[in-house]
């Protein structure tokens, strides 16, 4: 029996509603609505949903600060929607614990990719065993990885990853000294059939590199490979 996703819409927008509604209905979703931030939580307390959809510009509570919120408390798929694309925009999301951002204005087709991309990941961990790591500690100089207990230690001191973070370092981790194209990366965060933007694997370098590097100009550990990707220098 196919499972019913709730996805909560929280957006102020009539014509965003219009297209969310149409891709939902497609795919035999269940809209649950929110016009501003207040009752965006309001109705993620009361709902559960299992995906939400979230506009940056709201009345009352804004976005980021409607996932910042979430991310106390739930692992649920948030993707963010807005009007503005840029690194440093995207950046600001990422690092409050959203999954996925979408720009103003989307193609409807890529919207229902990327929520059924983003459920569908959702679900599989939810299903899956628990994975049996490798490694259950990674410490490289400065740099220690504890893969059970999601935590990260520079020079002795703890650095707060979001989940996304931790993925892409500790799978880059995992394979010291090999080359991973930005193709690569975001097939292993997102999946090989998912919307291909790879400067999305370009914020989270970035961010990384910031939190781990004691000079993120001259990075440590993720080196830029010119014209191929990323690694994890031993």
């Known amino acids: 029996m196919k499972r019913t996703y709730k ?9 965003i509603y219009r297209v969310v509604e149409q891709v939902l209905k497609r795919e035999a979703y269940e809209l649950l609505y929110a016009d501003n931030g207040e009752g965006a939580l309001e109705s993620f307390q009361k709902e ?17 600060e409607v996932c910042r919120t979430i991310r106390e408390t739930s692992k649920v798929p948030i993707l963010m929607l807005s ?4 690194i440093i925009d995207k950046s600001v999301g990422f690092n409050l614990g959203a999954d996925d951002y979408l720009v103003k204005p989307f193609s409807p087709v890529e919207l229902g990719l990327r929520v059924k991309a983003l459920l569908r990941r959702s679900f599989d961990k939810e299903q899956s065993a628990p994975k049996v790591r490798k490694t259950t500690k990674i ?3 400065e740099l220690e990885i504890n893969c059970e207990s999601h935590e990260v230690f520079v020079r002795g001191k703890p650095v707060y990853l ?4 931790f993925e892409l370092l500790t799978f880059m981790a995992e394979h010291p000294d090999q080359v991973f194209t930005r193709e690569q990366l975001f097939a292993h965060m997102w999946g090989d059939e998912y919307v291909n933007d790879t400067s999305t694997i370009t914020v989270f370098i970035r961010k990384l590199r910031e939190k781990i590097e004691r000079d993120p100009a001259k990075p440590q550990y993720i080196q830029t490979v010119w014209g191929i990707g990323y690694k994890f220098s031993e």
């Open 7 to 15: 996805v909560l819409l929280v957006d102020d927008e009539e014509s």
């Open 48 to 64: 559960s949903p299992d995906l939400v959809i979230l506009d940056v510009m709201l009345p009352l509570i804004d976005g980021y």
């Open 83 to 86: 009007a503005k694309g840029e």
């Open 139 to 141: 410490s490289k100089g």
């Open 162 to 165: 979001t989940p996304k973070e």
